[in-house]
């Protein structure tokens, strides 16, 4: 009854060979042909049924002809299992100028991460997997001077604990030649670094703060690694009576931080008087000192008439501005300067903005030294140690640059010198200075209830004793 010939008979015979053929799926590359080849084995009294499965069993020969490759096995390389069991792990010694590498997990000893000198575990994922991509030249090395204590990569069986332990020294020592020539691969390795317990009712500290380190951490690792021993160790009451002291010496410093602001080291709450960073900012705080009218600039004449071809210098009223600075640095800018330059310029990082301004000649540079940072684009000017050091002799005044967010032996600094004048007393003003890594840096004008440029009778006390070891007041 189901050779009929009605149309949908062609149905019927494909919905039933599609069920004989599910357990054949996985190795025949095609389908469509094999249920069409026995829909017309169960309809053979229907002609058009047996020309249709002809006609796509043709087609499927073509399509197979077209495409040879299809369904054949390509060779495939060593599993990574099979890598990670062949390696051999090893690391290399923490004491410092020997090269040697050590092959089995020593006792009391801890494998550390090279990069984090977090503890790894010796011979797991992570440390194959250290050496088959940072060290693969010393990789082989070490397997071709243990051939037993590893398998093959293509067979990838693995070897007994016992007998890998048995199949290779302890350690061995590298030629120096041999380090240098694989250096990079030398310095992926990871440590074995040697587990020190502290003396009794002792701990280890951080020598600058006497900050406690634990054994086994990562500071611990990384100081051993950079000293070659142990951090320093001391009593521990000593420690916790440096604990308290440093609590509340802390508690005091949060107060006065509260009451003074960033300038609490300096014991007096001073106002920042902000600049725009376009490249003038150190410029334009200096011109803001002399703009309150209560002091006026006193110019060097020399300089100024050097500066500007011989033309008459200004009134003392007269204000500063940021071209006329800019003009005295430029004539300031010799040519050992400029070959400095030139030479920091060639060696500079990618991407580094400071020395951009030094051009290949030394008039140019004046030039772009002249020309203010808001018109000189990527290759603005911006104040250095050259400019700080004009401007002071200049107007014969002395710079105190505070940075607020520095260490604190770095947070008061003084560059320069200048001669003394009998008849010019000297005055100062303090600046404030922030940077980051690259030339990004900023100079804005600290001032004292309206008060922007002191007589050393007029400096806070707390801002002498702050500078003191800087300049000679």
């Not at 990670?84 to 050590?102: D, I, N, Q, W």
């Not at 090279?114 to 010393?138: E, I, K, M, N, Y």
Request: glycine fraction near 6%; proline fraction near 6%; include cysteine.
């Amino acid at each position: 009854a189901e050779q009929a010939t009605e149309p949908r008979q062609l149905g019927s015979h494909l919905k039933r060979a599609n069920r004989a053929d599910e357990a054949e799926q996985a190795t025949e590359p095609c389908q469509l042909g094999r249920r069409l080849k026995r829909a017309a084995a169960a309809g053979e009294g229907s002609a058009s049924t047996a020309g249709e499965a002809a006609a796509a069993e043709a087609d499927e020969k073509e399509e197979e002809a077209k495409r040879p490759a299809m369904g054949k096995t390509r060779p495939k390389g060593p599993s990574l299992a099979a890598q990670r069991a062949a390696v051999v792990p090893f690391a290399r010694a923490a004491a410092r100028g020997v090269t040697k590498l050590v092959l089995r997990a020593e006792p009391n000893h801890a494998l550390v991460s090279c990069s984090s000198f977090r503890t790894l575990q010796w011979g797991a994922s992570s440390h194959r997997d250290a050496l088959l991509v940072g060290a693969p030249t010393l990789l082989a090395h070490v397997r071709s001077l243990c051939p037993e204590a590893a398998p093959s990569e293509a067979n990838g069986q693995a070897v007994a604990a016992e007998a890998q332990t048995a199949a290779v020294p302890p350690s061995f020592a590298l030629s120096n030649e041999l380090v240098a020539e694989h250096i990079d691969e030398w310095l992926a390795l990871p440590f074995s670094i040697e587990r020190v317990e502290p003396r009794a009712d002792h701990v280890f500290v951080c020598a600058e703060r006497n900050a406690q380190i634990l054994p086994g951490s990562e500071m611990f690792h990384r100081i051993y690694v950079d000293e070659g021993v142990a951090p320093k160790q001391i009593p521990r009451a000593l420690y916790e009576r440096d604990c308290g002291a440093r609590k509340e010496r802390e508690r005091r410093e949060h107060e006065q931080i509260k009451a003074l602001g960033e300038c609490a080291p300096l014991g007096v709450r001073l106002r920042v008087n902000r600049t725009k960073s376009d490249g003038d900012c150190f410029f334009n705080s200096v011109c803001k000192a002399f703009g309150g009218g209560e002091h006026f600039p006193t110019r060097d004449e020399k300089m100024w008439h050097a500066a500007n071809l011989g033309a008459p210098v200004p009134h003392p009223q007269e204000p500063l501005t940021v071209v006329e600075l800019r003009r005295v640095c430029a004539e300031s800018y010799t040519e050992g300067m400029w070959e400095i330059g030139q030479a920091m310029r060639a060696a500079s990082v990618s991407g580094s903005a400071q020395w951009t301004f030094v051009a290949d000649t030394l008039a140019e540079t004046r030039e772009r030294i002249r020309t203010p940072g808001s018109d000189a684009g990527d290759v603005a000017y911006w104040a250095d140690e050259s400019a700080v050091a004009a401007v002071q002799r200049y107007l014969h005044v002395r710079l105190l640059i505070y940075n607020p967010h520095a260490a604190d032996a770095h947070r008061a600094q003084c560059l320069g010198d200048l001669k003394a004048c009998a008849d010019m007393p000297l005055r100062y003003i303090l600046l404030r200075y922030t940077h980051n890594s690259t030339k990004l840096q900023h100079y804005e004008l600290y001032s004292l209830g309206g008060t922007t440029v002191f007589e050393r009778a007029s400096l806070p006390d707390g801002v002498v004793s702050a500078f003191a070891s800087r300049v000679s007041f």
